[in-house]
Protein backbone atom coordinates (compact mmCIF):
# COMPACT_ATOMS: atom_id res chain seq x y z
CA UNK A 1 0.00 0.00 0.00
CA UNK A 2 3.02 2.11 0.78
CA UNK A 3 4.09 2.66 -2.44
CA UNK A 4 0.93 3.21 -4.14
CA UNK A 5 0.86 5.89 -1.66
CA UNK A 6 3.69 7.30 -2.76
CA UNK A 7 3.22 7.04 -6.06
CA UNK A 8 0.06 8.77 -5.95
CA UNK A 9 1.50 12.26 -4.05
CA UNK A 10 4.27 12.43 -6.46
CA UNK A 11 1.54 12.10 -9.16
CA UNK A 12 -0.30 14.89 -7.36
CA UNK A 13 3.20 16.96 -7.30
CA UNK A 14 3.93 16.12 -10.58
CA UNK A 15 0.52 17.31 -12.25
CA UNK A 16 1.34 20.74 -10.58
CA UNK A 17 3.95 21.12 -13.04
CA UNK A 18 3.13 24.30 -15.68
CA UNK A 19 4.45 21.57 -18.17
CA UNK A 20 1.90 18.75 -17.47
CA UNK A 21 -0.89 21.23 -16.67
CA UNK A 22 -0.34 22.71 -20.42
CA UNK A 23 -0.09 19.02 -21.61
CA UNK A 24 -4.06 18.89 -21.00
CA UNK A 25 -4.64 21.96 -23.97
CA UNK A 26 -3.64 19.99 -26.88
CA UNK A 27 -5.09 16.53 -26.26
CA UNK A 28 -8.31 18.73 -24.92
CA UNK A 29 -8.81 21.57 -28.17
CA UNK A 30 -8.33 18.58 -30.62
CA UNK A 31 -11.41 16.68 -28.69
CA UNK A 32 -13.03 19.93 -28.91
CA UNK A 33 -12.78 20.53 -32.25
CA UNK A 34 -13.23 16.63 -33.53
CA UNK A 35 -16.62 16.67 -31.31
CA UNK A 36 -17.91 20.35 -32.70
CA UNK A 37 -18.09 18.87 -35.87
CA UNK A 38 -20.07 15.56 -34.84
CA UNK A 39 -22.21 17.56 -32.72
CA UNK A 40 -22.80 19.63 -35.15
CA UNK A 41 -24.03 17.33 -37.75
CA UNK A 42 -24.34 14.23 -35.39
CA UNK A 43 -26.32 14.97 -32.81
CA UNK A 44 -30.02 15.95 -33.86
CA UNK A 45 -30.26 12.87 -35.94
CA UNK A 46 -29.46 10.62 -33.02
CA UNK A 47 -31.77 12.01 -30.78
CA UNK A 48 -34.34 11.09 -33.69
CA UNK A 49 -33.11 8.22 -34.54
CA UNK A 50 -33.35 7.24 -30.50
CA UNK A 51 -37.33 8.56 -30.50
CA UNK A 52 -38.53 7.14 -33.32
CA UNK A 53 -36.84 3.53 -31.87
CA UNK A 54 -38.93 4.63 -28.60
CA UNK A 55 -42.00 4.92 -30.24
CA UNK A 56 -41.86 2.39 -32.20
CA UNK A 57 -41.32 -0.44 -29.18
CA UNK A 58 -43.23 1.45 -26.71
CA UNK A 59 -39.91 2.62 -24.71
CA UNK A 60 -41.06 5.72 -23.17
CA UNK A 61 -44.40 3.51 -21.49
CA UNK A 62 -41.60 1.34 -19.94
CA UNK A 63 -38.67 3.80 -19.55
CA UNK A 64 -41.70 6.06 -17.76
CA UNK A 65 -42.65 2.80 -15.44
CA UNK A 66 -39.24 2.28 -14.49
CA UNK A 67 -37.89 5.36 -13.73
CA UNK A 68 -41.23 5.98 -11.97
CA UNK A 69 -40.55 3.18 -10.05
CA UNK A 70 -37.35 4.42 -8.39
CA UNK A 71 -39.21 7.66 -8.08
CA UNK A 72 -37.00 9.44 -10.91
CA UNK A 73 -40.54 10.12 -13.24
CA UNK A 74 -39.26 14.04 -14.44
CA UNK A 75 -36.47 12.11 -16.01
CA UNK A 76 -38.83 10.50 -18.80
CA UNK A 77 -39.14 14.03 -20.45
CA UNK A 78 -35.85 14.31 -21.39
CA UNK A 79 -34.66 10.54 -21.52
CA UNK A 80 -34.41 10.91 -25.25
CA UNK A 81 -31.49 13.80 -24.92
CA UNK A 82 -29.59 12.02 -22.20
CA UNK A 83 -29.64 8.86 -23.36
CA UNK A 84 -27.92 10.29 -26.65
CA UNK A 85 -25.69 12.09 -24.25
CA UNK A 86 -24.84 8.47 -22.78
CA UNK A 87 -24.25 7.00 -25.96
CA UNK A 88 -21.47 9.85 -27.09
CA UNK A 89 -20.39 9.57 -23.83
CA UNK A 90 -18.08 6.99 -24.22
CA UNK A 91 -16.79 8.27 -27.89
CA UNK A 92 -15.64 11.04 -26.30
CA UNK A 93 -13.74 8.88 -23.79
CA UNK A 94 -12.31 6.68 -26.73
CA UNK A 95 -11.20 10.53 -28.58
CA UNK A 96 -9.51 11.82 -25.20
CA UNK A 97 -7.91 8.21 -24.59
CA UNK A 98 -6.48 8.03 -28.02
CA UNK A 99 -4.94 11.81 -27.70
CA UNK A 100 -3.43 11.04 -24.40
CA UNK A 101 -1.57 8.03 -25.46
CA UNK A 102 -0.55 9.40 -28.64
CA UNK A 103 0.50 12.85 -27.38
CA UNK A 104 0.46 13.12 -23.69
CA UNK A 105 2.31 9.57 -22.51
CA UNK A 106 5.69 10.25 -24.26
CA UNK A 107 5.72 13.49 -22.50
CA UNK A 108 4.47 11.99 -19.14
CA UNK A 109 7.15 9.12 -19.33
CA UNK A 110 9.87 11.45 -20.50
CA UNK A 111 8.83 14.00 -17.80
CA UNK A 112 8.44 11.48 -14.82
CA UNK A 113 11.92 9.11 -15.81
CA UNK A 114 14.06 11.86 -16.19
CA UNK A 115 13.80 13.82 -12.62
CA UNK A 116 13.45 10.36 -10.78
CA UNK A 117 14.66 7.43 -12.86
CA UNK A 118 17.85 9.27 -14.43
CA UNK A 119 19.68 6.33 -14.50
CA UNK A 120 17.07 3.79 -15.80
CA UNK A 121 17.75 1.88 -18.49
CA UNK A 122 15.15 1.74 -21.55
CA UNK A 123 15.40 -1.66 -22.80
CA UNK A 124 11.70 -1.81 -24.56
CA UNK A 125 10.39 -1.99 -27.97
CA UNK A 126 7.09 0.01 -27.43
CA UNK A 127 5.68 1.41 -30.56
CA UNK A 128 3.01 3.95 -31.65
CA UNK A 129 1.01 1.46 -33.12
CA UNK A 130 1.31 -0.87 -29.59
CA UNK A 131 -0.02 1.81 -27.87
CA UNK A 132 -3.09 2.28 -30.58
CA UNK A 133 -3.97 -1.26 -30.54
CA UNK A 134 -3.85 -1.50 -26.76
CA UNK A 135 -6.29 1.47 -26.03
CA UNK A 136 -8.58 0.72 -29.13
CA UNK A 137 -9.12 -3.43 -28.26
CA UNK A 138 -9.53 -2.31 -24.53
CA UNK A 139 -12.06 0.20 -25.80
CA UNK A 140 -14.41 -2.51 -27.74
CA UNK A 141 -14.08 -4.52 -24.29
CA UNK A 142 -14.74 -1.64 -22.31
CA UNK A 143 -17.40 -0.38 -25.10
CA UNK A 144 -19.39 -3.56 -24.66
CA UNK A 145 -19.74 -3.66 -20.82
CA UNK A 146 -20.62 0.19 -20.81
CA UNK A 147 -23.60 -0.67 -23.60
CA UNK A 148 -24.83 -4.16 -21.03
CA UNK A 149 -24.15 -1.77 -17.83
CA UNK A 150 -25.67 1.46 -19.49
CA UNK A 151 -29.76 1.05 -17.61
CA UNK A 152 -27.98 1.32 -14.52
CA UNK A 153 -26.50 4.53 -15.26
CA UNK A 154 -30.32 5.92 -14.31
CA UNK A 155 -29.93 4.83 -10.70
CA UNK A 156 -27.32 6.96 -9.14
CA UNK A 157 -26.14 4.60 -6.57
CA UNK A 158 -25.44 1.67 -8.68
CA UNK A 159 -23.66 4.03 -11.55
CA UNK A 160 -21.03 5.42 -9.26
CA UNK A 161 -20.29 1.92 -8.54
CA UNK A 162 -20.18 0.69 -12.30
CA UNK A 163 -18.28 3.82 -13.85
CA UNK A 164 -14.96 3.40 -11.49
CA UNK A 165 -14.99 -0.49 -12.05
CA UNK A 166 -15.21 0.47 -15.50
CA UNK A 167 -12.71 2.83 -15.28
CA UNK A 168 -10.09 0.99 -13.32
CA UNK A 169 -9.91 -1.87 -15.39
CA UNK A 170 -9.98 0.83 -18.75
CA UNK A 171 -6.95 2.65 -17.67
CA UNK A 172 -4.87 -0.38 -15.81
CA UNK A 173 -4.89 -1.89 -19.38
CA UNK A 174 -4.13 0.95 -21.49
CA UNK A 175 -1.59 2.97 -18.99
CA UNK A 176 0.18 0.75 -17.48
CA UNK A 177 1.50 -0.75 -20.82
CA UNK A 178 2.24 2.63 -22.16
CA UNK A 179 4.04 2.98 -18.51
CA UNK A 180 6.38 0.74 -19.27
CA UNK A 181 6.67 -0.09 -22.74
CA UNK A 182 9.62 2.39 -23.30
CA UNK A 183 11.50 0.97 -20.18
CA UNK A 184 11.18 -2.33 -19.83
CA UNK A 185 10.94 -5.45 -22.12
CA UNK A 186 8.74 -7.81 -22.97
CA UNK A 187 9.60 -10.31 -20.19
CA UNK A 188 9.92 -7.38 -17.70
CA UNK A 189 6.92 -6.00 -18.32
CA UNK A 190 4.92 -8.84 -18.51
CA UNK A 191 6.10 -9.79 -14.51
CA UNK A 192 5.46 -6.41 -13.33
CA UNK A 193 2.14 -6.56 -14.87
CA UNK A 194 1.52 -10.18 -13.01
CA UNK A 195 3.32 -9.43 -9.58
CA UNK A 196 1.64 -5.93 -9.26
CA UNK A 197 -1.93 -6.84 -10.99
CA UNK A 198 -3.50 -6.09 -7.26
CA UNK A 199 -1.95 -2.42 -6.77
CA UNK A 200 -2.46 -1.67 -10.66
CA UNK A 201 -5.91 -2.53 -10.22
CA UNK A 202 -6.09 -0.20 -7.12
CA UNK A 203 -4.84 2.72 -8.94
CA UNK A 204 -6.83 2.39 -11.67
CA UNK A 205 -10.06 1.87 -9.60
CA UNK A 206 -9.46 4.83 -7.66
CA UNK A 207 -8.44 6.72 -11.00
CA UNK A 208 -11.76 5.47 -12.27
CA UNK A 209 -13.66 7.13 -9.51
CA UNK A 210 -12.18 10.29 -9.91
CA UNK A 211 -12.82 9.51 -13.82
CA UNK A 212 -16.77 9.03 -12.99
CA UNK A 213 -16.74 12.93 -11.31
CA UNK A 214 -17.13 14.63 -15.67
CA UNK A 215 -20.43 11.83 -15.10
CA UNK A 216 -21.94 14.14 -12.58
CA UNK A 217 -22.20 16.69 -14.91
CA UNK A 218 -24.52 14.49 -16.82
CA UNK A 219 -26.86 13.86 -14.32
CA UNK A 220 -28.57 17.37 -14.20
CA UNK A 221 -31.84 16.11 -16.30
CA UNK A 222 -33.49 19.06 -18.50
CA UNK A 223 -30.48 21.60 -17.37
CA UNK A 224 -27.73 19.20 -18.87
CA UNK A 225 -29.74 18.66 -22.41
CA UNK A 226 -30.08 22.50 -22.59
CA UNK A 227 -26.00 23.54 -21.37
CA UNK A 228 -24.97 19.84 -23.65
CA UNK A 229 -22.02 22.07 -25.54
CA UNK A 230 -20.50 23.38 -22.55
CA UNK A 231 -20.96 20.53 -20.58
CA UNK A 232 -19.50 18.13 -23.27
CA UNK A 233 -16.43 20.56 -23.46
CA UNK A 234 -16.13 20.88 -19.54
CA UNK A 235 -16.28 17.03 -19.57
CA UNK A 236 -13.64 16.58 -22.10
CA UNK A 237 -11.14 18.53 -20.42
CA UNK A 238 -11.88 17.05 -16.95
CA UNK A 239 -11.08 13.63 -18.60
CA UNK A 240 -7.89 14.80 -20.25
CA UNK A 241 -6.95 15.96 -16.60
CA UNK A 242 -7.85 12.36 -14.83
CA UNK A 243 -5.92 10.83 -17.47
CA UNK A 244 -2.81 12.92 -17.54
CA UNK A 245 -2.88 12.58 -14.04
CA UNK A 246 -3.24 8.65 -13.73
CA UNK A 247 -0.69 8.16 -16.52
CA UNK A 248 1.75 10.05 -13.96
CA UNK A 249 0.38 8.01 -11.34
CA UNK A 250 0.99 4.64 -13.16
CA UNK A 251 4.11 6.04 -14.35
CA UNK A 252 5.66 6.75 -11.21
CA UNK A 253 4.66 3.43 -9.72
CA UNK A 254 5.39 1.34 -12.49
CA UNK A 255 9.22 2.48 -12.97
CA UNK A 256 9.60 2.46 -9.04
CA UNK A 257 8.50 -1.40 -9.46
CA UNK A 258 10.58 -2.07 -12.62
CA UNK A 259 13.73 -0.45 -10.88
CA UNK A 260 12.78 -2.54 -7.70
CA UNK A 261 12.44 -5.84 -10.50
CA UNK A 262 15.75 -5.41 -11.97
CA UNK A 263 17.49 -4.74 -8.46
CA UNK A 264 16.38 -8.39 -7.25
CA UNK A 265 17.10 -9.63 -10.73
CA UNK A 266 20.32 -8.33 -11.07
CA UNK A 267 21.29 -11.28 -13.41
CA UNK A 268 19.00 -9.49 -15.95
CA UNK A 269 21.14 -6.31 -16.02
CA UNK A 270 22.54 -6.02 -19.75
CA UNK A 271 26.44 -5.63 -19.50
CA UNK A 272 28.01 -2.50 -20.59
CA UNK A 273 29.74 -2.63 -24.32
Given amino acids: MHPVLAAFFRAVWSQMHARMLLLTLMPFLLSVVIWGVVLWLGFQPLIDWIHGWFLDNNGFRIVGDVLGWFGLGAIK ?8 MWVLLPLMILTA ?22 TLEQRGNGSLLGSLWIALSS ?25 PLLWGWLTYRVLAYDALSLHADTIELHAILRQHKWPLLLIGTVAGALGAMPTLLWLGGALSVVLFPLLAALSIWLYVL ?32
Fill in 77 to 84: AVIVPLLA
Fill in 242 to 273: VFIFTGLWFEHYCLAALTQHRQANPSTISSPD
Fill in 97 to 118: LVFIGTLAMPVVVKHVASRRFP
Fill in 139 to 163: FVIFLLLWLVTLPLSAIPPLGFLVQ
